[in-house]
Nanobody, 125 residues
């Protein structure tokens, strides 16, 4: 059974950094897109960053403002999200997603077919 397993979440003070990882196990096929979404309590799940592997196109949520960077280590089958200058508003469960289905826009959670279980990020002021 293919799994997307997130790790790297934790607690950090405002201004700090966290790097999230999403390991695909086992490797099955080349996905057309990878993404990070997040969901805070009482809020909708929103796109943080999306990477289309077909053409290298990247998208970031407006709130990112240059603070985060999505990347992929293909040798390790791992998706990464480097988050810097974290703010309390970044507190959320962060989810790894893959397989853009083409039935929505890049920021649409329903447009992704595979999901991990999430990792919690908490930013204190």
């Amino acid at each position: 059974q293919v799994q997307l397993v997130e790790s790297g979440g934790g607690s950090v003070q405002a201004g700090g950094s966290i790097r999230l990882s999403c390991h695909e196990t086992p490797y099955t096929y080349r996905r057309n897109a990878w993404a990070w979404f997040r969901q805070a309590p009482g809020k909708e799940r929103e796109a943080v960053a999306v990477m289309f592997t077909t053409d290298g196109e990247l998208h970031y949520g407006d709130f990112v403002k240059g603070r985060f960077a999505i990347s992929r280590d293909n040798s390790e089958n791992t998706l990464l999200l480097q988050m810097n200058s974290l703010e309390p508003e970044d507190t959320a469960m962060y989810y790894c997603a893959a397989d853009f289905l083409g039935n929505g826009r890049w920021h649409d959670r329903h447009a992704f077919g595979s999901w991990g279980q999430g990792t919690q990020v908490t930013v204190s002021s």
